[in-house]
Structures are given as structure tokens and as C-alpha cells.
């Protein structure tokens, strides 16, 4: 059996995910049978499987980079934020509330053989498996409740490889003071450090390697140029736009909690589009359309677009006829009410009443793909909420009809709504939407263009000759 390879990073957001999705297209373009491994993920960027299990984003598209089905396997645990101090958790694919509420430092002792059992398993049936650690090995502070970093590692005699986002600055110092934090069995894994991100002129780094090495003994096998991609984004929305004349000008709506913001990806990339995440409140008269995405938590999102005056200026947009699209969340929230009777998020809620619906949260999620015949096309995507959502009354339905599919997504004018995630990655919906709009141009599938993506970036990694 090959020994797994797991790729550690000395903060969050050191590129990790980045890594490890480069790796499995350059071990799978070898020919070799490759999956990814993280045991815990926090995101509210979640994926269903063929299966209807929930698992990372990051890792769904780590299994599509290495070539094969994703499988719940591949992230045992996922954590999906809904407050500051509460996170749903996902088992298995399966909320588990009753572990949601052990303290954390608790966990180890429920979860810990859950992904020791899902690591074993994929090992017995791929022949390399490319294990993604989360934040960093040196929080010593969370040393006894691990179950995602060294813990794993020492499990599987893992070959480790630490990496530093070089162009944050103090990348060597993270380096050495990350090896230094681990205990001795822990630096033995560490079998070779990678700067990430590095621009200019290799020549500055000058003898920093040679000395990194003679404090460690672990030499720096790799140096990863800055390296545009468009791949999706692990789980916080990085993208940075603001409104440009000429443009097709799409207000994003990036209240707290927004979930699957990922899927917005290949709107983001449609030239001469312009999707502007808004957090704060602002006029929105000059946007061409208005998206709410989903949330994890959509009492505090509304709270926020109230109190920013978010509320109001969508509410005045609905009037102007200006098209507002809400995605899962979105779409309750567009709703008249939100009943939460069962606690699952944060209580009932008045919506925005600009779809004449209500949604009850069912302690059962719905989480499952789904193929659509629409309009003469063929939609995929996914749907994963607790909400059960209906008409609010009989004598709505002339005024209100269904969208995408009955029960799934509703329309009143310029207002529309749907469940399913995963609508701008299909060819038909995401011009037909564009055009809708005055654009003129053609998207192009996304699928198609990922797995180019995804090429030239195993293609990168394969010319750095470090495994």
C-alpha cells in the first residue's frame, strides 16, 4: 500500500485545498487511481453526493480533479457554521445533532474512529490517497481534541509536506516556528516544506532555504509560483468586483452566513459581467439583477438586511421590476414568513414578502442531486435545506407560478426562487439568464471548462517535479 501524502499549511488559507486538488489531477493524468482525504472541513460550501450525503466543497472538487465519483468517504466530518459559537455537523453525510452539541474539546472521543474507519476504507480501495489538514498542526491549544491534522497523520504514517502562503510575508518564519510547535514523532512526518504563492525573482530568497533547512534538517522541495486559477474558492467568497459601466452588473448579496456562494463561480467568469458582492447597505438602482444566495442561518441574515438597509433597497428594486433571483435561503427569504419550529436555525421570521410563500423547517434535510428537463434543456444541480416551502394561500396561485419545476422553486414577476443550487454551472440557464439581461455572448459548460482547468493546473505541478 502506498503511503498517503498529506499537505499541512501553517495557517488557514495557505492553499491547501489549492494543493491537494493539483496533486490528485497530476497523480490521476499519471494513470494512477487517486482520492482526497480531509477528516474534518469547516465551510458553508457543501456539495451532495450521488448518494445524498453532504460533504465539502473542497473535497467534491478534489474527487473530480482526481477523476473519480465523490463519496462521503472523502470527508467524514463537515462543520457548517450558523453563528459564532454553533455549527452544525455533519456525520457521515448526516446532521448529528446530538454530537452538534458536545463541547468541542470533547468530540475526539465520538468522531475520531468515524474518520479513522472512512481513511481506512478509501485506502483499501485507491491506490494514493492525497489527505488535506486543516488550519494548522500548531494550534497547541487544540493539540488534545485533533482529529484533523497530526492525529491523522500518525494514524496512516502519512509523508507530511508543510505549506506557507510566501506572499503574506514571513513565510520561513512560519515555517520554523510550525515545526517547532510540533512534538518530535510529529516533525519525523514532515518530509518536506513548499512555498506557495511566490512572485518575482527566485534569486531574493536568496540562502533562507539552505538555513530552514540546517534548523530543521527538512529541506523546501517546492516553490509554487503565484499561479491564477479558476478554481472554486474552499469556503470564504474572496471575489472582489465593484460596478463597471458597459458591464452586465449583478448585485451578490454577501449577508452573514451566505452558504454555496461557490456556485456563482462561473457567473464570476463570464466577460463583461461584473457580480458585485454587497455587505453593507447601498442603492441598487443601477444593477442590471440582484442574487440572494443561501444561508445557513437565515434569522441573522435577515437581521442584517434590515439593519443595513439591504431590505429596503431590495424591496425598492422588486418595484423598479429590476429581476431578483434568491437561491435556497435566498428564496425563503424573499418569502412572507420562515417557521423554525423546531429550532434548527434561529427562530420564525417575517420574510421580505416578495414571493407570496412560506417555509417551515422540517427536522429532516433534504439533501439530493437532481436532473431537470426545463425549457428544452437539461439542468443538474443539488438540493440540500431543511425548509419545506408552499404557497402561502390558494388565491396566490394565478399571480404566483412555479419555477424550474413544481415544488421546487417559485416566480411572481421579477421576483423568483428555487432550491436548486447549481444553475449558473448549466450552459442552458446561464445564458438564457444573461441574455435575459442584455448580454450579448456565449457561456461556455462549465463542467468542460473546470476539467481544462483542472488540467492546467495537474499540468503545474507536474512541470515543479516534486513528487
Known sequence: MTKPIMIMGCTSDAGKSFVVAGLCRMFANRGINVAPFKAQNMSNNAAVTAQGEEIGRAQYLQAIAAKVLPDVRMNPVLLKPSADTQSQLI????????????????RKSHLFEHVEKALNDLQQDYQQIIIEGAGSPAEVNLRASDIVNMSVALACNADVYLVADI????????????????????????????????????????????????????????????????????????????????HINIALIAYPYAANMDEFDNLIHQDNVSVVPLRDGQSLADFDAIILPGSKNTAASLLHLRESGLANEIYKAAQRGQPILGICGGMQLLGEHILD?????????????????????????????RNIDWQGFKLSGYEIHHGKTTISDVSQTMRCKSFIETDLGWQKGNVYGCYLHGLFDNKGFINQFLANLGWIGEADDHAVSLDAELNRVGDMFEKLGWL
Open 91 to 106: 456525520l457521515n453525510g448526516k446532521p448529528a445533532p446530538e454530537l452538534s452539541n458536545i463541547p468541542w474539546m470533547e
Open 341 to 369: 419550529p423546531h429550532h434548527i436555525e434561529g427562530g420564525d421570521e417575517q420574510g421580505l414578502g416578495l414571493l407570496p410563500i412560506i417555509t417551515a423547517h422540517a427536522e429532516t434535510k433534504t439533501t439530493r442531486q
Open 167 to 246: 506572499d503574506k510575508g514571513g513565510a520561513f518564519a512560519h515555517l520554523l516556528g510550525t515545526f517547532m510547535c510540533l512534538a518530535e514523532e510529529e516533525q519525523k512526518l514532515i518530509k518536506g516544506f513548499v512555498l506557495n504563492k511566490f512572485r518575482g525573482d527566485p534569486l531574493l530568497l536568496g540562502n533562507a532555504m539552505a538555513w530552514l533547512e540546517e534548523k530543521t534538517g527538512v529541506p523546501t522541495l517546492a516553490n509554487i509560483h503565484y499561479f491564477p486559477h479558476r478554481l472554486p474558492e474552499e469556503d470564504t467568497l474572496h471575489h472582489r468586483a465593484v460596478y463597471q459601466s458597459g
